[in-house]
């Protein structure tokens, strides 16, 4: 069974950085074919925030371009998301999630529980 963990949430003021992991265990035989973070800000739906695929390319949602970058230690299943400039309207619960190559696209079927991060001054 797939376990999903993330930490280094917290409390930062506006303009500060905070980077995200997500540790990783009991994947079968393959591999997830992506891994990404997502975030629920208050209010709001579920939204994707970056994913990394298996070949190492990445996506990023608009609003966290330039500012959020996510990367994956294979040898250690580690997934991360460093988040500078960090801005009031990304206080969020982030979740982690790995997904599989389904239909020809990525499809996320495992998920963490959440971590909370909230920006304020």
């Known amino acids: 069974q797939v376990h999903l963990v993330e930490s280094g949430g917290g409390s930062v003021q506006p303009g500060g950085s905070l980077r995200l992991s997500c540790t990783a265990s009991?994947?079968?035989?393959?591999?997830?074919?992506?891994m990404g973070w997502f975030r629920r800000r208050p209010g709001m739906g579920r939204e994707g925030v970056a994913s990394?695929?298996?070949?190492?390319?990445?996506v990023y949602t608009d609003s966290v371009k330039g500012r959020f970058t996510i990367s994956k230690d294979n040898a250690k299943n580690i997934l991360y998301l460093q988040m500078n400039s960090l801005k009031v309207e990304d206080t969020a619960e982030y979740r982690c999630a790995a997904g599989y190559y389904v239909g020809g696209e990525c499809k996320y079927e495992d998920w963490g529980l959440g971590t909370q991060v909230t920006v304020s001054s």
């Open positions: 009991g994947f079968p035989d393959t591999t997830p074919y992506c």
């Open positions: 990394i695929f298996s070949d190492g390319s990445t």
